[in-house]
Nanobody
Framework: QVQLVESGGGLVQAGGSLRLSCAAS????????MGWFRQAPGKDREFVAA?????????DYGDSVKGRFVISRDNAMRTVNLQMNSLKPEDTAVYYC??????????????WGPGTQVTVSS
């Protein structure tokens, strides 16, 4: 099993940056792909980014964040990070870290963190 806890959320002005981190516990962390999803009030959960099990491995991004967000992982530290740049008010959401088989569909992820709130003011 893998336990996940996100951190780094907060309030930022439009155009600013935030770096989210997800700390994982559990011996099998290195065997999972990792993803970030977000959910805004009244909306469905949305895919943000994913990275394969290798540090520096394949990455994928949702269309709305391509070119602005960067996902990375450090298997030695058991962390996955999401660097968010050029933030927009529409990026406001609760951001979730997830571990599983990877990809852009939330059903392929088995473990989820409790989420961290990101609010972007205009």
């Amino acid at each position: 099993q893998v336990q996940l806890v996100e951190s780094g959320g907060g309030l930022v002005q439009a155009g600013g940056s935030l770096r989210l981190s997800c700390a994982a516990s559990g011996r099998t962390f290195n065997s999972y792909a990792m993803g970030w999803f977000r959910q805004a009030p009244g909306k469905d959960r949305e895919f943000v980014a994913a990275i394969s099990w290798l540090s520096g491995g394949r990455t994928d991004y949702g269309d709305s964040v391509k070119g602005r967000f960067v996902i990375s992982r450090d298997n030695a530290m058991r962390t996955v990070n999401l660097q968010m740049n050029s933030l927009k008010p529409e990026d406001t959401a609760v951001y979730y870290c997830a571990a599983g088989r990877g990809g852009s569909r939330d059903r392929t992820y088995d473990y989820w963190g409790p989420g961290t709130q990101v609010t972007v003011s205009s």
